[in-house]
């Protein structure tokens, strides 16, 4: 080969080599330079949000105002009651109106809006961007990525909350009565320190959890049903399973606890029995994490900041097991805005952004946000949420769904949430409430076509 | 016939709106109440199911216990709110001193959005720091849980009892005010006491107009929801769950099985329109008399 072909040649390589390398570059953004293309393409634009009221929505709404500023994009928010947002979503699927861009969605309606196509599917978006440095999927905790927003391997929506049941506690109160984390580590011994705290405290109640008829009732039974070594249903089966012995017994213990709650507890979701706690009118709350920063928080919380700790769910008979769930971010898919509405859940969800997140009261979804030094410091109770997900590992690993996601679920939450309730309040036996729950269920499997 | 002809150019826009705004959706719910169909699946996948629908709610004891919690509304709060609004009107009739005052403070509760009393009801029933259990425990040292398994239905009537007695009560007493004094006077004047005069010459003579609100009164009652919702979602369990917040959670609240609250929706339609009918063959019976 002559010197001016050889010559010719390298250069040619080099010219490649070099635009390869620029390309590589070009390919994945910095999370600055990604913020610059979405300003150049979006600014001006605008696309509407709805939430639930929840604890973790405030990190999100003190973070709209750097959204806005960095990607010139307004948002337009809109905040439902919990149990109203299912509703207001699918009926605004059916009237085709496309009024919400991006909503919250319980993990639970996950499998219900996938199956009637309310939720976009977000798989080819995470494909394509889901592996930026500063965005980086494979950072979810697996229980919340797989286990919550993702159905028959497919995205519907993002975790930005993660949750996992658990028992926080007025450690003063305790402490006062030499009680230990050791005398509550089974149900039993959880029970009789329950009884033992009656009365103990003017206006405290020992245990307050949520106990309103629908998902608030089934929330708080599942809390120990897996505990008692009952199930909803038999992995990979579709049977119901709750006229078990182990199953009645579960109720049988949540509504001996109920003797021991707040009166009015039978009307309590999540926010009443969240403000009965954070007033401290209540030594036990069952429930889950989310609402910890603010009840650590002292101008949130001025009665108990300072004075709690966390604790499993107590080993049942069955076993050590706690459950999982979590808050996603999900794109209607009547949004006429769908690339912007995937900008906007992707700047909420990012690795970039979620100290940001964290440090305003968000719940953790990713394993860097646990791993952070910094972030743990100031979030005493991440190790107690790594010690809930190791009991809802336990569960998960005998292939149990703790609320399976199947498109049914809220027909079958509704149904045992009203039997619950009935039993909770005494208009029927557990068992009579279980009976006629199991066959509400089988009846609601059946008319799907299961069997 | 002649009449008819030259009014059908009149009635003919009257009729389409009645047409579009009642007649079509009420055979769009009957043919959906012979279906299965859920809410948020395509049209093309209801299934017809003939009657089953009904044979569900007829047969299933959650809705049979709505039916029962309506029906047991609507006779403690119409029977209770007729019979307060009777007093009051003879009372302030009696007693005219201040009345313009009065009439006008009763017009308050039936303006204001039904929404919104019933929140601010939430708000004074609520036990821990509600304004209803600070003046009764300040007096005498109870407080009742207003939202529990007893307490939570008397709270649902009580504020429907606030609602609407100050209207009937307008009602009755432009009734008394429209019948002529003497036979008032003359059993005043005979030595009867106010409740001997209430009794036997007050409610008789206002018979018609009693009935009448009696009547009205049900039909609103049986297709309540407005105030239950918010006050207590039907809860505790289903204690205060009337037939309307049901067909709600049946077809929209988690459930969306459209068919199922279809059904339910007509037999609460046939209830209604039975009671209107009577309404309409009594009134059609004093205009004949």
């Not at chain 1, 978006?125 to 797989?146: C, H, L, M, P």
């Not at chain 1, 949540?254 to 030594?283: D, H, I, Q, W």
């Not at chain 2, 009635?11 to 389409?16: F, G, N």
């Not at chain 2, 459930?255 to 339910?264: D, E, F, N």
Request: net charge negative.
């Amino acid at each position: 080969m002559s010197k001016k072909i050889r010559s010719a040649l390298s250069g040619l390589l080099t010219i490649v080599v070099f635009l390869g390398l620029s390309i590589g570059y070009a390919a994945e953004p910095t999370f600055d330079e990604w913020l610059e293309s979405v300003k150049t393409e979006y600014a001006g634009e605008s696309l509407t949000f709805v939430m639930a009221v929840h604890p973790t929505t405030s990190a999100m709404t003190s973070m709209l105002a750097d959204f806005e500023r960095d990607t010139g994009i307004k948002v337009n928010t809109e905040e439902v009651q919990e149990n109203h947002l299912h509703d207001k979503l699918l009926l605004d699927f059916v009237s085709g109106g496309g009024n919400y861009d991006v909503f919250y969605l319980d993990t639970c309606w996950v499998g219900e809006f996938a199956r009637k196509r309310v939720t976009q599917d977000l798989t080819s978006y995470i494909n394509r961007e889901g592996q930026y440095d500063w965005y980086d999927y494979d950072d979810f905790v697996t229980a919340w990525s797989k286990g919550s927003g993702m159905i028959d391997n497919r995205v519907h929506g993002v975790p930005i909350n993660g949750e996992v049941t658990l028992i926080v506690y007025r450690k003063d109160i305790l402490d006062k009565y030499g009680i230990t984390e050791d005398d509550l580590d089974t149900t039993d011994k959880f029970l009789e320190q329950v009884k033992f705290l009656e009365g103990k405290e003017p206006d405290v109640y020992p245990v307050v959890f949520r106990s309103r008829r629908g998902h608030n009732a089934v929330y708080s039974y599942f809390q120990f049903l897996y505990p008692f070594g009952g199930t909803l249903f038999n992995p990979g089966e579709w049977e119901p399973q709750l006229t078990t012995a182990e199953a009645v017994e579960a109720l049988k213990f949540m509504c001996e606890l109920k003797k021991y709650a707040p009166p009015s507890m039978e009307n309590f979701g999540v926010e009443e029995a969240n403000t009965t706690f954070r007033s401290g009118k209540a030594v036990f709350w069952v429930g889950a994490n989310p609402a910890i920063p603010g009840y650590s928080n002292p101008e949130v919380s001025p009665v108990i900041a300072g004075k709690i700790d966390v604790l499993q769910i107590p080993q049942g008979p069955g076993g050590n097991y706690s459950g999982w769930t979590a808050w996603n971010l999900g794109v209607s898919s009547r949004s006429r805005k769908k690339d912007l509405a995937w900008v906007f859940l992707q700047y909420m969800t990012s690795k970039e952004k979620g100290y940001d997140y964290i440090t305003s009261g968000g719940s953790p979804v990713r394993i860097s946000q646990f791993e952070n030094l910094e972030l743990v410091e100031k979030n005493w109770h991440f190790p107690e949420m790594l010690k809930s997900l190791e009991q809802a590992a336990n569960l998960a690993n005998t292939g149990v769904d703790w609320r399976p996601r199947i498109p049914e679920w809220t027909k079958i939450s509704e149904e045992l949430g009203y039997y619950v309730a009935m039993a909770f309040i005494g208009e029927m036996t557990p068992e009579q409430a279980l009976e006629n729950a199991n066959n509400a269920i089988r009846e609601i499997m059946e008319d799907a076509g299961y069997y | 016939m002649v009449g008819i002809k030259r009014s059908k150019h009149w009635m003919t826009p009257m009729l389409i709106i009645i047409t579009v705004a009642a007649v079509i959706p009420i055979f769009l719910l009957i043919y959906l109440s012979l279906h299965r169909w859920e809410l948020g699946y395509p049209w093309s996948e209801r299934v017809f199911i003939g009657l089953r629908n009904y044979k569900w709610f007829f047969t299933s004891t959650q809705e049979l216990r709505s039916l029962s919690v309506t029906f047991k509304f609507v006779f403690w709060a119409v029977l209770t709110e007729v019979f307060l609004a009777v007093l009051i009107s003879s009372f302030l009739y009696k007693n005219p001193i201040g009345k313009k005052y009065v009439v006008f403070s009763m017009v308050i509760p039936i303006a204001m959005t039904p929404a919104v009393n019933a929140f601010l009801w939430r708000l004074y029933f609520t036990p821990s720091h509600g304004i209803i259990n600070w003046i009764l425990n300040t007096l005498f040292g109870a407080t009742p849980n207003w939202f529990g398994t007893e307490l939570a239905f008397v709270m649902l009537v009580l504020v429907d009892i606030w609602r609407w007695v100050p209207f009937l009560s307008l009602i009755l007493l432009a009734g008394l005010e429209a019948i002529p004094p003497e036979p008032l006077e003359a059993s005043y004047a005979e030595g009867a006491t106010w409740g001997q005069t209430l009794l036997y010459v007050v409610v008789p003579m206002l018979k018609p107009i009693i009935t009448v609100g009696i009547i009205l009164r049900m039909i609103d009652a049986f297709k309540l929801f407005d105030l239950v919702f918010p006050l207590t979602a039907g809860g505790p369990g289903d204690l205060t769950e009337v037939l309307s917040m049901h067909i709600y959670r049946y077809g929209f609240f988690d459930i969306g099985r459209i068919g199922r609250a279809s059904a339910m929706a007509v037999v609460l339609l046939v209830i209604v329109i039975a009671l209107t009918a009577v309404y309409v063959r009594y009134t059609q019976r004093k205009e004949e008399v």
